[in-house]
């Protein structure tokens, strides 16, 4: 289940404002949920309806709402950000990467689920969070491109 308008203000605590520019980006990311967006990406579909906010503008909010947890930032290695909103009700998932075509394929993380304790046990250490990425032929570049 997706964030909603009351729960962003809550994010936002009082110490920063939801303005309308913000708000708006919130709501195109929820439109495009499950897709990772770049903030070009993000500025381009903005700017078809309000074409008075800036990408400027797109990158601090989009640097506001990783910060906020809000968004996770991810990088698939193609020297671009991109934005995926948080789901804090799901469970981790991580990414399989097309070198081809650059399909994203999203998948649950029960792999890493299991190594987890175990990593964080033999090292001592607490983690956190983390990010899995998979390189390598999605189902269309397979027969295309692979011998």
Do not use: W
């Amino acid at each position: 289940m997706l964030m909603n308008i009351p729960e962003l203000q809550q994010k936002f605590n009082g110490q920063y404002k939801l303005t309308r520019q913000r708000e708006i980006i919130f709501h195109t990311l929820t439109d495009h949920a499950g897709r990772h967006l770049s903030a070009e990406d993000i500025y381009n579909t903005v700017r078809q309806q309000y074409p008075e906010i800036g990408l400027a503008t797109i990158y601090r909010a989009m640097e506001l709402f990783n910060n906020l947890g809000i968004v996770q930032k991810l990088d698939f290695g193609d020297g671009c950000h991109r934005y995926e909103l948080c789901d804090h009700h799901s469970r981790q998932h991580h990414h399989m990467i097309c070198i081809v075509c650059g399909k994203v394929i999203e998948m649950a993380g029960y792999l890493p689920d299991k190594f987890e304790p175990d990593i964080s046990h033999m090292n001592d250490f607490s983690i956190l969070d983390y990010q899995l990425y998979f390189y390598g032929y999605c189902k269309e570049c397979q027969s295309k491109y692979r011998k």
